[in-house]
């Protein structure tokens, strides 16, 4: 018959050692059980005195006693008992391990210590393939000295652990097989504090409570990355067990002087091995912080901190990846200016709790890029203002009241219908100014001076390269068409885009269906020449194929036509 203690296995490393509960112990098994985070982590009597732990001893005391390989160890360091640890059998080769400290042996390695003996004990010596561990949600300590030692992260168990208020919360459940590294699987990753003139970059804490109610786009685009006061608690245990499971690391931008809380940024979709070195990009501003350029701020010194080198404290990534909703317009902006290009659309995605469906964009920033370079930024639209026209940027405000009716004219000289939907309007807005974004483009409403009613579109496209040149494209609702307003749009244009003050280039061209000759007249008025054609080169909106005439105007020779 086994004997009690003889019948305990002593494990040891020489500084922590497993042994066999004593009567000496019971003092601070007291100790532990009235402490409020033992009491918050594990369920026990109370009250708890000295009866309750001789009733812990006699139990203990029994187990092993019946011939038991499997029950609890008393944890020792400096001669003093420090926790106890234990094995419960759940199935053939199968069984939980458990463990607690005294509250002055925490934050010191001890239970990790004792977790790794009782490990190699369970795999090496008893034979099992395989331990579980489970822990109330919100055991950060717990939960450590399992990844520590290896233990997965399987899930959440919901509304199982009791608390000691009453509470309920989940509970934390992993494993560990006999062959599975005995190290941790992933990083427990940390944000590190990245400081800035306007904005820090650092942890979020349970003080950080939004004082701003989420508006419309928080709501629409963030899919709960943004937090409400109502669910910030969860909201911010959440965040940390997905960067406890390597997942996402994720900053609170603060105000640099005040350390309010302004948004967040966080690296997300990093515990994928297919995915090593990359991770996904997601961020966020309260409406106050709009604008200001905070966000930019912040991206500056994510993007610095995931490109430098694991050994120089840096996350070592080599690409950054985003999406953004291709009505998100502040989203393209902020990427755009940040150096991230733009890879295509999904169509289809994202899909919304209303039931409507949009398109997205996708970005990449690698490390290799160079990020100055691709940094690209809306031009702006200076009005502009002839005799009967005020050419200016499209608003919201200029969305047509009905759908545009066929046009036979239009078909036969576009490649594309370029009018605005009326129900559509808002999308087709977004993806003008998302593609305005590349910086090579700049378009204009021309409208009338005296009603401000739009009367059709001009812009010059191809803009940013070294040429210093541009092509110029332009279109007219129907009723606006034989009175030469294209011509006094376009005067205007020209004088634009070859004044110092303008876009300063040196050649404009222009490209036009030959049977056109509204158009072909438009540039000639302009003081455009024709310089070439190609021969059925051109498909129209209606199905026609026709040649291709093209047009050039050079600086100086618009500026000779000005001098008198």
């Not at 540039?523 to 059925?536: E, I, K, N």
Request: include cysteine; glycine fraction near 10%; charge should be negative.
């Amino acid at each position: 018959m086994a004997v009690f203690p003889d019948a305990v296995p002593v494990l040891t490393d020489g500084t922590v050692t497993l042994r066999a509960h004593r009567e000496s112990d019971l003092a601070r098994i007291v100790e532990f059980a009235n402490d409020p985070r033992s009491r918050a982590g594990v369920s026990l009597p109370s009250p708890y005195g000295m009866e309750q732990a001789r009733d812990f001893l006699d139990k203990v005391r029994i187990t092993w006693e019946s011939g038991a390989t499997e029950a609890a160890w008393a944890i020792e360091v400096d001669g003093r008992f420090a926790g106890s640890i234990n094995l419960h059998p759940r199935a053939t080769g199968t069984s939980e391990i458990g463990y607690s400290a005294h509250p002055d042996a925490r934050g010191r390695g001890v239970v990790t210590a004792a977790a790794r003996l009782l490990v190699d004990h369970a795999f090496d010596t008893l034979g099992l393939k395989t331990l579980v561990w489970r822990a109330a949600r919100g055991n950060w300590a717990s939960r450590r000295v399992a990844w520590t030692v290896g233990f997965t992260h399987d899930g959440t168990w919901p509304a199982t652990h009791p608390g000691p208020d009453g509470s309920v919360t989940g509970t934390w459940l992993g494993h560990l097989h006999a062959h599975d590294p005995r190290e941790p699987r992933l990083p427990w990753r940390e944000p590190v504090v990245l400081e800035g003139a306007a904005v820090r970059l650092r942890p979020w804490t349970a003080a950080d409570l939004p004082d701003e109610p989420l508006d419309e786009g928080l709501s629409r685009f963030m899919f709960g990355t943004a937090p409400s006061a109502d669910d910030f608690d969860e909201w911010l245990l959440g965040r940390r067990e997905r960067m406890a499971d390597g997942e996402a690391i994720v900053w609170c931008i603060a105000d640099a002087a005040t350390d309010r809380a302004l948004g967040g940024i966080q690296l997300f979709r990093m515990n994928l091995p297919m995915l090593r070195g990359s991770a996904q990009l997601a961020y966020w501003l309260q409406p106050s912080a709009r604008g200001h350029g905070h966000l930019a701020a912040a991206l500056d010194l994510m993007v610095a901190h995931a490109f430098t080198p694991v050994e120089d404290g840096g996350q070592g990534l080599r690409r950054i990846g985003a999406n953004a909703d291709v009505a998100n317009l502040p989203s393209h902006k902020a990427l755009r200016a940040g150096g991230f290009r733009t890879l295509g659309t999904t169509t289809g995605l994202p899909a919304y709790a209303d039931g409507s469906v949009s398109d997205e964009t996708e970005f990449e920033l690698l490390a290799t890029d160079d990020r100055d370079a691709q940094r690209s930024r809306r031009l702006p639209v200076p009005t502009l203002r002839t005799e009967r026209l005020v050419l200016r940027d499209w608003g919201p405000e200029d969305a047509p009241s009905e759908e545009p009716k066929p046009d036979a004219v239009a078909a036969a000289a576009m490649g594309i219908e370029p009018r605005p939907p009326a129900a559509g309007y808002a999308d087709w807005l977004a993806s003008e100014r998302c593609d305005e974004l590349d910086g090579d483009s700049l378009g204009w409403c021309i409208t009338d001076a005296e009603t401000g009613r739009p009367l059709g579109s001009i812009g010059v496209r191809s803009l940013g390269t070294p040429l210093r040149s541009g092509t110029v494209g332009y279109w007219l609702y129907a009723g606006a068409r034989g009175r030469g307003l294209a011509a006094e749009a376009l005067k205007a244009v020209v004088a634009h885009a070859f004044s110092p003050d303008g876009l300063d280039l040196v050649r404009l061209d222009a490209a036009t269906v030959d049977g056109n000759h509204a158009s072909m007249l438009t540039l000639a008025a302009a003081g455009f020449r024709l310089f070439g054609q190609d021969h059925r080169s051109f498909v129209a909106a209606d199905g026609s194929i026709t040649d291709t005439a093209y047009f050039e105007l050079l600086a100086e020779e618009h500026h000779g036509r000005e001098t008198p």
